[in-house]
């Protein structure tokens, strides 16, 4: 079972003390700048602070002062609470790096010199042997081995990793444990896989998404509009005879300008990209999160990804007149030799299902390689050859066998196998025909169910494979996909995803090939299989540790709980400013205009009481709602109508009673204890 990311929890005294200090350092303008709501109530407290010596009434000024420092602190401290959990994530990771030595290799390629790991350079050589750390992330150019990658993954399987395929890429800070390879080096120092995530987690690399900027400008402009009503509020009190101090009209304008969301934003997003990292993702933006959010397709390589890769021995088909048990031992010798999982395969079928288990291979057997030229592979003993491979291969090397019945049947049979979404190999002994071997594309276990689950979210799910249409045809079936894309090329890919975009549909695309790599660049969410080639990794903006393509649940709900969580509180916030605004404008202008003291339904004590109680409030729920920006709003699949009501009933009526509860409460307190 797979080990996830350890999160540590949420109120630890190992991330509440970093955090209180690190809500002191973003004090610093350049930081707060680039929250322009928490910059202009800094800015407030810092024009009050200054006035203080000059007011008359030191001691509730000091106060509005004082809460007002705070209601930034708190801002600060539910960003720095977001970032702390992402560094002690980072933490973990960085853990896995060790001062790692290398074998570079030499011009020759043979000879190596050890050398530390950070010296080494993009396009360097390196050999790995058996119990030796990978130093740097790379592609295999030379071997097979097998890796032990849970460090990165938590998964204890070892892996294969291999030149020329699919499975090529391998991350620095994992072992070889049997055999060796030699790795062409990919990325500098300080530049790899596990660097660029550590710094993805600890957000030194995150920009603001295109929904954060909208909504940054939304606050900005209730800001300003809070501004100019509140710049107006001295021309009433003047018309009534009054004066409002200049402090009580800077405490209104923080009390109502949306500091809530304000604060939150930052840590919304972080902790958004840290929960896609507890569940083995790296996201390497916090615009591919959103967009995960609102996927309407989702594009599948078949090979690697909806099925294990390696084809495997499901059955053998006898031709009449033969015997299955002939049949049986003539692939098992012509497999012998053979090292490809689909000739393993084909030894594990037959011991398992036909008892055939110690097979030895004949002393004077002269082994017939595998290529792709001949597309055959066996063994030749005794003067007989005995071969299996692609059945026009078998066919045309055996003269003898050229307009036979017997071919006619064997291509009877091979249909229907094709028909069934498997590849059929012939099998001949001495140039007799027998009869074929059924290789069969394995589908990953839960698939159907995973992709059903993919559809009641909304989630259109198609195969991309370069297979037959009726090989692709069955596979579909099998796993279950919504639909498929047989025979297809990059090309074809890209010109799939390009189609569905220009229709207003965001795309997601899980791959783990080099030919993936332009559709994953090219999807809103490409999501590349950690087991995959370096170009696919490059190319997608997130990459699965896990390597399981169904993980696009887990993505698309985290995307919408990103989603959902920034727009529950939003409404909390907005509807919070309006309630505050009706609960404390009456109190306050009562003295003036006493015909407002219909309006006054809360009863607060005083002009002084309502924006000292109203500024406490402000303060205090900005940390009461750092939990819920830090988890994430519950994200239950169901209609977009469906999810509104219930943000609206829940986040919207939340935000308009509360404030009359809370600054009531706080009321009662302030002048029970003569604060105002």
Not at 36 to 42: D, Q, R, Y
Not at 513 to 542: F, H, I, S, Y
């Amino acid at each position: 079972m797979t080990q996830k990311t350890p999160s540590p929890s949420l109120f630890s005294a190992d991330l509440i003390g970093p955090a209180l200090g690190d809500s002191f350092r973003k004090l610093d303008p350049r930081t707060l700048v680039r929250n322009p709501v928490m910059f202009t109530t800094a800015a407030v407290a810092l024009l009050l602070t200054l006035l203080l010596p000059l007011v008359e009434d030191t001691g509730f000024h000091l106060q509005l002062v004082l809460w007002l420092w705070v209601t930034v602190l708190f801002g600060n401290f539910a960003e720095a609470m977001a970032e702390g959990r992402g560094k002690a994530q980072a933490a973990a990771l960085r853990a896995t790096k060790a001062e790692l030595t290398a074998k570079k290799l030499g011009p020759d390629g043979e000879a190596f010199e050890t050398v530390p790991a950070h010296e080494l350079k993009h396009g360097d050589l390196v050999l790995v042997e058996t119990f030796d750390l990978i130093p740097a992330d790379g592609e295999v150019i030379e071997g097979v081995a097998s890796v032990n990658e849970s460090a990165i993954t938590g998964e204890s399987a070892p892996v294969i990793r291999e030149a020329g395929g699919d499975r090529s890429a391998v991350t620095a800070g994992t072992r070889v444990i049997s055999d060796y390879i030699k790795v062409r080096v990919t990325a500098g120092p300080g530049h790899g896989f596990i660097d660029r995530m550590i710094a993805l987690i600890e957000g030194a690399e995150r920009q603001k998404t295109p929904n954060e900027v909208a909504l940054t400008i939304l606050l900005v402009g209730l800001t300003i509009i809070f501004l100019i009503a509140v710049a107006t509020v001295p021309a009433f009190a003047a018309y009534a005879g009054g004066v409002i101090p200049v402090a009580i009209l800077a405490a209104l304008l923080v009390t109502l300008i949306p500091t809530t969301i304000a604060a939150l934003l930052s840590a919304i997003g972080i902790a958004g990209m840290n929960r896609l990292v507890r569940v083995n993702v790296l996201a390497k933006s916090g615009r591919a999160v959103e967009a995960a959010g609102d996927v309407d397709t989702l594009l599948l390589d078949k090979t690697g990804t909806i099925t294990l890769g390696d084809r495997q021995a499901a059955a053998f088909k006898p031709l009449s007149g033969v015997g299955l048990q002939e049949l049986v031992e003539a692939a098992c010798l012509a497999s012998l030799a053979d090292e490809t999982p689909e000739g393993r395969s084909i030894l594990v079928l037959a011991r398992e299902a036909h008892g055939i288990a110690d097979l030895a291979m004949p002393a004077d057997a002269t082994i017939i390689p595998f290529s792709a030229q001949t597309r055959l592979s066996g063994i030749e003993t005794g003067g007989l050859l005995i071969r299996k491979g692609a059945v026009d291969a078998v066919v045309n090397t055996v003269p003898e066998l050229r307009g036979s019945p017997l071919v006619e049947e064997l291509r009877r049979i091979t249909d229907e196998i094709a028909r069934a979404g498997g590849t059929p190999l012939a099998v001949v002994r001495g140039g007799r025909l027998l009869g074929a071997i059924y290789l069969k594309d394995i589908i990953k276990d839960g698939m159907r169910e995973r992709f059903t689950e993919l559809r009641r979210m909304g989630i259109r799910t198609v195969m991309i494979t370069g297979d037959n249409p009726l090989t692709a045809a069955s596979i579909a079936a099998e796993a279950g996909v919504d639909d498929f894309l047989a025979q297809a090329t990059p090309e074809d890919k890209l010109a799939f995803i390009r189609k569905e975009q220009q229709g207003g549909k965001l795309v997601a695309m899980c791959g783990d090939g080099t030919n993936d790599a332009p559709a994953l660049a090219q999807a809103d969410v490409g999501v590349a299989m950690n087991t995959g080639t370096q170009a696919a990794r490059e190319a997608g903006n997130m990459v699965d540790l896990d390597s399981d393509p169904t993980k696009l649940i887990e993505i698309v709900g985290l995307g919408k709980q990103l989603l959902m969580t920034r727009g529950a509180l939003t409404t909390f916030s907005i509807s919070n400013d309006v309630a505050k605004y009706f609960a404390i404008l009456p109190a306050m202008f009562v003295v003036l205009y006493p015909s407002l003291g219909a309006l006054n339904v809360m009863q607060l004590s005083s002009p002084e009481s309502a924006i000292l109680s109203a500024i406490i409030f402000n303060a205090l729920i900005i940390p009461a709602l750092v939990p819920l920006a830090l988890k994430g709003v519950r994200y239950r699949p169901a209609g977009a109508g469906q999810l509104l009501s219930r943000n609206l009933a829940i986040y919207g009526l939340g935000g308009l009673i509360s404030p009359f509860i809370g600054i009531k409460l706080i009321d009662l307190a302030v002048s029970g204890l003569g604060l105002a």
